[in-house]
């Protein structure tokens, strides 16, 4: 009998204030009249620190066992969001970030654990650069004009720094549905001091 597949990423999951900030900062983007532009639910944003697809449902354990060991030695830290940017440029936006600063080394450091820990799994390493960022909007079928024209927004646009103490690591589910990806935690693995 085949093991059920479940759809998973690694990611910091984040406190209630950091979702009401990026609601706030996603419905003053709003207050201009662009459809093309696809929002990202607040309450589902996350910051992914990787992505895994399609794993074994018997494999949980096995992922929760390489988060504690990539975890280890790392105490609880903070990142601050402060700014707003776009992937590739704001000439050609896809999509919509707020990025991250603060203790990004601490992030940085656990995220290539993460990927060593689990390319021992099995899984491919990432083949671009780690950059921490919160995802907030796509542009999936903009004209170039419109992506332009959204770039410019962004340009204009700024965002209230807010920390973010960082205490966990969350392995989580993504079930795709038509009203868009709905999340839940499989496991949870703590930072700690020592």
Do not use: C
């Amino acid at each position: 009998m085949a093991t059920e597949q479940i759809r998973s990423f690694i990611a910091i999951e984040l406190p209630n204030e950091i979702k009401e900030k990026l609601s706030q900062f996603e419905a003053r983007l709003k207050s201009t009249e662009m459809p093309w532009v696809k929002w990202v639910d607040p309450n589902s944003i996350h910051l992914t620190l990787k992505f895994l697809g399609n794993i074994d449902a018997d494999k949980v354990g096995e992922i929760t066992e390489a988060i504690e060991e990539s975890a280890r030695g790392i105490p609880p830290f903070s990142l601050e969001a402060r700014e707003a940017g776009v992937f590739p440029d704001l000439r050609r936006p896809r999509v919509a970030w707020v990025g991250l600063g603060g203790e990004t080394d601490k992030l940085l450091e656990l995220q290539q654990h993460l990927e060593s820990n689990l390319e021992i799994l099995g899984f491919t390493p990432e083949g671009r650069d780690f950059t921490p960022h919160l995802t907030v909007a796509r542009l999936d079928r903009a004209t170039p004009d419109e992506r332009q024209k959204f770039g410019q927004l962004i340009a204009r646009s700024s965002f209230e720094a807010v920390n973010i103490n960082v205490e966990a690591i969350s392995l989580m589910r993504s079930q795709l549905t038509r009203a868009g990806a709905i999340y839940s935690r499989l496991s949870s693995v703590a930072l700690k001091s020592q």
